[in-house]
């Protein structure tokens, strides 16, 4: 992670934040975004979608993070015949008592790893929407509240799109990051393939408690945000909406449906996150351009004319950064 001389870097809570990141990077090569982005989430509450090829470590980089931490952690391998009750949970006739128990999913967990979202139906990504927004599912005719910590972590494959559902707009919203994940470079290839000739891989302690995630969420919490970064955040959302008022009216034909209010309440979540990471008790406006990326690029839907050209969300967010400055005064 960046290093900056800066207040917060000589709080215990910034130090266990940078144990946890090294502690991972034993096992992960490169891919810090990645990293980044998991741990956004964690200490945030919001949830992350991760997007990559197959063997990019997705899956391994999540797994990783829970050993690290104290949480309770489970995985759901994604397939199309996968139901509700899978995730959820549902209710089970006891014989002897004569009346109906409920029969827990994976779901009550604090971190649930959705291995291939894209590859559960409909039926399923819907029941994730209550626990993702709510923090709580229904079984039967009783609501049950999930742990305070319960975040969702998920994975999908841009390719082999046979078979595969594609998550509805709602339900992208949900996801505060929507992550990308790249190849490696020449020089963490040379390292994975170092790594693959060890017997094991090495051991991950445990370095974060559940008392120090909550203090870590406090901290982040208390990042400072001025007010001239709450406007430049206001106005990257509502240029994405209305860019002809923006002056940017070469975007106005480009974008069918701008971010949503969900996106200016998680922008300064992730801000603050990131600026902690750095060892910085304040946010900056290069803090707001790191996030726009994986916070904007699930939320922007493009027309036809901008599918045909070509043209991404991540264009489209460039273009927004590049243009909407912070104002001074």
Known sequence: MEETQNISKS???YNKVQSLFHEVKKVIVGQDQMIQGILTGL???GHILIEGFPGLAKTLSISTVAKAVSLKFQRVQCTPDLLPTDIIGTTIFNANTQEFKPKKGPIFTNILLTDEINRAPAKVQSALLEAMGEKQVTIGDVSY????TF???ATQNPIEQEGTFILPEAQRDRFLFQVKVDYPEEEEEMMILNR???EKFLDVKTVLTQEDLFKIKES???VFIHDKIKKYIVDIVLASRKPKEYGLPELEDLIEVGASPRATVYFPKACKARAFFQGRDYVSAND???VALPLLRHRLILSYEAQAESITPDDVIKDLIKNIEVLEN
């Open 145 to 148: 509240a999930l742990s305070e």
């Open 43 to 45: 200490f945030t509450g």
């Open 288 to 290: 707001v351009k790191a």
């Open 11 to 13: 709080s215990d809570e």
């Open 151 to 153: 975040v969702v972590l």
């Open 196 to 198: 693959s000739f060890q």
């Open 220 to 222: 982040i919490k208390g």
